[in-house]
């Protein structure tokens, strides 16, 4: 049975509420979990590979719950190491199906109560504090109250309704519909990127890295981005609408499978309903389109088939919360990591043009700090925000939107709800230095170590 009131309320349990969720659980709170779809774990069970747990200087700067869940994730044989990548800085992969068990077990252990097909309704205030909220599910409306909502949402979704003020760019980035194909002659399609290397060519936008054709092999992991000049020949013939001048896809040593992260559905705002709606039917018919060519162009794809393919819509980008602080890109001339940084990111500034469909990756030498600011709206109580839809700009939101980096802040949002509840305060009058200090007692990474 379910609480009227509960400590914290977390809404979304994908890479920024889950951590959040077991954070605070951890500390003695009563949690709640709502989700909307019907099942808990969001994109972390959507089979995209896992980002820059990795820095590009080698080093771990993301640990904590995040690295817990991949630990236990690789004792049943669902997750691979963290494998350095010349683009991403590291990949690790995840078995969808045993991320979204892990998720659900890591929960249950810590006694959080969870209700999924739970669609955020209505935000309840007192003046300017967040109270509880209420949802729908099932045909159903109910009603929850807490000392603390984390906005999970992806979408900022709480916040928005909430009536905090927020952003988004002119040029969203555009969501996509991720899948793996099976069956893949990889040593063939090796064969043909050794014989034509053009074919491998990375964007001009991507300054400072490059690729070779020794990079690649059926027993190598790898993430490419190719089949520049198929692509031509298929858009000539009217094979090949996609927006995008390329293949990107990643595969994972001594299988036949790849990943591919493909699809676009461009000038779409997925925080308006006609338009992710609009997205959903452009992307599945994309994924049709690329197996047909696939078939028909590229060596070593011949006899391949689909396999898994995302339940959902992925949304890159939507409403960026302003927070108390904001990380722009003037942090790009210092990359600092400041002392109130409650979380690292170890990604690029990776950007994919909306209408263009031109990609940007900036490479960044090291790990940056995010604040903890960057985690409280400006102006609404009572509220923390998680996972992509931090108070930071257009420019370094390239680089926070990954998944390992939602999951780093996640944790920080939940040890906050914790230390509020404990001191009977609200989350803005957190002691920062006392949240970095239980975060690092919890294994999770704060400074370069």
Request: hydrophobic share 40%; glycine share 8%; net charge negative.
């Amino acid at each position: 049975m379910y609480q009227e009131r509960y400590d914290v309320i977390v809404v979304g349990s994908g890479p920024g509420g889950f951590p959040a969720a077991i954070a605070a659980a951890r500390k003695g709170l009563k949690v709640l979990v709502l989700e909307r779809n019907p099942f808990l774990g969001g994109l972390l069970t959507s089979g995209l590979p896992l980002l820059a747990f990795i820095d590009r200087s080698g080093r771990q700067v993301v640990k904590g719950i995040a690295e817990e869940f991949i630990v236990r994730l690789r004792e049943v044989g669902g997750a691979t190491e963290h494998m350095p990548a010349p683009i991403q800085n590291s990949l690790t992969y995840v078995n969808m199906s045993w991320a979204r068990i892990m998720v659900n077990e890591m929960l249950r252990e810590e006694h959080v109560d969870t209700m999924v097909y739970a669609e955020l309704s209505e935000m309840l205030m007192e003046k300017d504090k967040v109270t509880g909220v209420k949802v729908f599910s099932r045909g159903e409306g109910f009603t929850f109250y807490a000392e603390t909502v984390i906005d999970g949402t992806g979408d900022a979704s709480c916040a928005y309704k909430a009536g905090a003020r927020y952003e988004k760019g002119e040029n969203l980035q555009p969501p996509t519909l991720t899948f793996d194909v099976e069956n893949i002659d990889i040593e063939k399609f090796c064969c043909y990127v050794r014989e034509h290397p053009e074919t491998i060519k990375l964007p001009e936008t991507f300054a400072g890295i490059s690729q070779s054709a020794g990079d690649f092999g059926p027993d190598k992991t790898f993430a490419v981005m190719c089949f520049f000049d198929l692509i031509e020949q298929a858009r000539e013939a009217g094979d090949f609408t996609l927006p995008r001048n390329m293949i990107d896809f990643t595969h994972q040593k001594n299988t036949d499978r790849g990943f591919f992260n493909v699809t676009r559905a461009i000038n779409i705002d997925v925080s308006k309903p006609e338009d992710y709606n609009r997205a959903e039917d452009i992307c599945e018919h994309q994924v049709f389109e690329v197996i047909r060519f696939l078939r028909k162009y590229c060596p070593g794809f011949e006899n391949c088939t689909l396999g898994q393919m995302m339940p959902y819509l992925g949304t890159r980008e939507s409403r960026r919360i302003a927070g108390k602080k904001t990380l722009t890109k003037e942090i790009l001339d210092e990359l600092p990591v400041p002392e109130d940084s409650v979380a690292l990111t170890g990604y690029n500034v990776d950007i994919h043009g909306q209408t263009s469909g031109i990609m940007t990756m900036i490479p960044i030498p090291h790990a940056i700090g995010i604040p903890y600011g960057c985690l409280i709206p400006e102006k609404v109580e009572g509220l923390i925000m998680s996972g992509r839809t931090i108070s930071v700009d257009q420019t370094i939101f390239g680089m926070t939107r990954i998944m390992s980096t939602c999951m780093a802040v996640g944790e920080a949002a939940g040890t906050a709800a914790a230390i509020a509840h404990r001191k009977g305060i609200l989350p803005s009058e957190v002691d920062v230095r006392e949240l970095r200090r239980e975060l690092m007692e919890q294994g999770a990474v704060v400074a370069p170590e």
